[in-house]
């Protein structure tokens, strides 16, 4: 019997961790497992911006000790003047990084034409945090039987969250990790509120593996690392961080984009709060040999 108020409020729904009390386990490729014993590593920067950004992060993220690389190819920007992404070309420089660095690949589709094209190309894709209840794209993407990791909403509820994972389980894709990427508060000093809090109640709520993402959740460099490991610490199946090697010139999310130094430090950090709570990290995908495509 479980102790948390909220378990068995939901029996009926495709995400209860009812229906799989041991949890699922979502297998990125390349080896890397997302909901098992160690907790995964995702890096890489907010988006795309050109072949040597990309291969110069992507080899220092697999050199940090992260597993999984991010990078966005189409990003949802609250502006539409802003930079949108390189689109095709940024799905061909992550599939460059991926053979150059061994890492599985998480990228955004933003909307319902893209998805075939960037299944083509992803390992795992991302449904953002903008996107979380466009329930065309969450069958669409479920439709695809690709590993999904779906972004909370910065005003959803942790039902609305599970519910919008529910779209995608009903496709008859079970291969879907939860992010949390922090909500909107109301403390100008502090607009983002990480909540932490969330992990553990979806712990209890659902068997999806859950990832957390200090990096949205805090906007700001400095909380990054501290949060990351708070996130770890709370139960976290995996931690997902935006890195740049020039955060004052990146086209997006610069400001909350770590150093690779930085990155170097978090990873040991995160593996010694694992230890402290029974688990491990997953280890990087050795590099395939120079010029070999994995
Ligand atoms: C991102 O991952 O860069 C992103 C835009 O995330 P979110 O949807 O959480 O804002
Ligand atoms: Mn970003």
Redesign the pocket.
Known sequence: MSDDPHVGARPRWRVSRELRPEGTVVDLGRGVLLGGPEVVVMAGP?AVEGRTQMLEIAEAARAAGAAVLRG?AF??RTSPHSFQGLGVRGLELLAEARAATGMPVVT?AVDTESVPLVAEYADMI?V???NMQNFGLLRRVGGTGKRVLL?RGVGATVDELLLAAEYILAEGNEAVALCE?GVRGFDPAAPRVFDLNAIPLLRALTHLPLVA?PS?GTGVRAHVAPMARAAVAAGADGIIV?VHTNPSEARS?GDQSIYPGQLRELVPECEAVARAVGRSLASPTAAPAAGGDP
């Open positions: 907010c966005g990003k949802p955004e991302q953002g945090a903008r972004k990427r993402d949205h935006e999310d």
